[in-house]
């Protein structure tokens, strides 16, 4: 699953509030945890340096493999270096300075678009730990089943499956959910099931992102994946990836899709 988180800092306190999310996930699955600041100031890197290296210390003393980490660059140079399997970039929901604009901004766009790896937006709720888990789908294609699985097993969370679909459809509700557990038995790799409750679940909604958000209000992490290869990374039903994290209270991780 992961094997190494990158938290991108700005020094900001919502990019701090991402801090307990991605503590959870890296001593969840063993996982190193850098915390990286970006800033092509000599002067601004060691005030990062200042402000980091005790949060980096109290991360340690929790048994994370936690480290510091100051990129002379900006934020594309912080993403550039997650582009292994494992890999997973952590941002807060909004930012200043080098990250200004997360989630509504450009800033956000570029990390999406140019990550090659799977990105956790943090939630603007406090967070309190990881058990309900909520992963939304399409009814064809690829989606990130087996990570979902993966981590609702590591995390000894619940698990949903949702499918959002519009009035005008003609399948009715049931049958509908009959192919969200088709597709997903279809997905799942042998074992990756096995270990958590699973539900599934669809609702229909005038607009996918706002049943999405609808579906996701109470859970803890809300999964998604995404298309990098579109110029405009929208989801196949349409729906921009900034407007989910945007509007969704909770975390949001988003999974690149061929």
Not at 20 to 28: E, F, S, T, Y
Not at 235 to 253: K, N, Q, R, T, Y
Request: negative net charge.
């Amino acid at each position: 699953m992961f094997s190494h988180l990158r938290l991108l800092t700005d020094l900001s306190e919502r990019a701090h509030a991402a801090l307990p999310i991605a503590r959870a996930l890296a001593l969840a699955c063993d996982a190193d945890l850098s915390l990286t600041y970006a800033s092509r100031s000599p002067e601004e890197r060691a005030e990062a340096a200042r402000v980091l290296a005790p949060i980096v210390e109290g991360l340690r003393e929790d048994g994370v493999h936690a480290r510091l980490e100051l990129v002379e660059g900006d934020v594309d140079d912080a993403v550039a270096r997650s582009t292994g399997a494992g890999s997973l970039l952590i941002v807060g929901h909004t930012g200043a300075g080098a990250l200004e604009g997360l989630v509504l901004g450009s800033n956000t766009r570029r990390v999406i678009r140019q990550a090659r790896c799977p990105v956790l937006v943090a939630g603007r709720q406090a967070f309190v730990g990881l058990r309900a888990l909520c992963c939304a789908l399409e009814l064809h294609g690829p989606g990130p089943v087996n990570l979902a699985a993966a981590l609702a097993r590591a995390v000894e969370a619940n698990l949903r499956f949702v499918h959002v679909y519009s009035p005008e459809t003609e399948r009715s509700a049931d049958e509908l959910l009959t192919a969200l557990e088709g597709h997903v038995g279809e997905l799942l790799e042998p074992g990756a099931g096995g270990g958590q409750r699973v539900r599934f679940e669809v609702g229909v909604a005038e607009s996918a992102v706002a049943g999405v958000v609808e579906a996701s209000r109470g859970v803890d992490l809300l999964i998604v994946g995404h298309n990098t290869a579109s110029a405009i990374v929208r989801f196949a039903w349409g729906s921009s990836a900034e407007s989910i994290a945007e509007h969704a209270d909770c975390p949001v991780l988003l999974v690149p899709e061929p």
